[in-house]
T-cell receptor, first 114, second 114 residues
């Protein structure tokens, strides 16, 4: 069974600080997606990383896919209150898997205090 | 706005009752996914339908059932409701049938069982 572990589960920091959220697995994924969910809304896709070692930037957010495609990280620079939300990672299994589904992490709840 | 609609937005009912949640996917999307999210928790995948057929099953209770109609809208039926079924229920859609595709989420239905 493929599992994705996210850490930390909860993070509360002051505006302007930096933070990193991790998504780890013992399984290899063909790609990995990061979603953000704001209170009262559904998750929204932020980015998909596909290649081992890939780095993608979205303004102050930097996403990295591990070389072995088993882990990923999300780094936020100078966090803003608008970054508050639940961050979810979801791994895409191998195309040869019989159950080719997204494997979801449990999420990191992030609160940025003004 | 993801293009995915869900009704109702809120639902309050009593234990033992049965409810139906409705989802309309984005125009052109053939897959519909149902998820359950308890308070401050990650997403629990329940079931996926693709073009009217069940494609994948997750942690869906036997008291729960779903279907996708010819016009591609989907309904999730929850019966013999228990207090623990109180949660946010999300519907998502994607273009094809492969679970690893980008999923677009609706705003969710908040179910409260009293």
């Amino acid at each position: 069974t493929q599992l994705l572990e996210q850490s930390p589960q909860f993070l509360s920091i002051q505006e302007g600080e930096n933070l990193t959220v991790y998504c780890n697995s013992s399984s290899v994924f063909s790609s990995l997606q990061w979603y953000r969910q704001e209170p009262g809304e559904g998750p929204v896709l932020l980015v998909t990383v596909v290649t081992g070692g890939e780095v993608k930037k979205l303004k102050r957010l930097t996403f990295q896919f591990g070389d072995a495609r088993k882990d990923s990280s999300l780094h936020i620079t100078a966090a803003q209150p608008g970054d508050t939300g639940l961050y979810l990672c979801a791994g895409v299994g191998q195309p040869t898997d019989s159950n080719y589904q997204l494997i979801w992490g449990a999420g990191t709840k992030l609160i940025i205090k003004p | 706005d993801s293009g995915v609609t869900q009704t109702p937005k809120h639902l309050i009912t009593a234990t033992g009752q049965r409810v139906t949640l409705r989802c309309s996917p984005r125009s052109g999307d053939l897959s519909v996914y149902w998820y359950q999210q308890s308070l401050d928790q990650g997403l629990q995948f329940l079931i996926q339908y693709y073009n009217g057929e069940e494609r994948a099953k997750g942690n869906i209770l036997e008291r729960f059932s779903a279907q996708q109609f010819p016009d591609l809208h989907s309904e999730l039926n929850l019966s013999s409701l228990e207090l623990g079924d109180s949660a946010l229920y999300f519907c998502a859609s994607s273009v094809g049938g492969r679970g690893g595709e980008t999923q677009y989420f609706g705003p969710g239905t908040r179910l409260l069982v009293l």
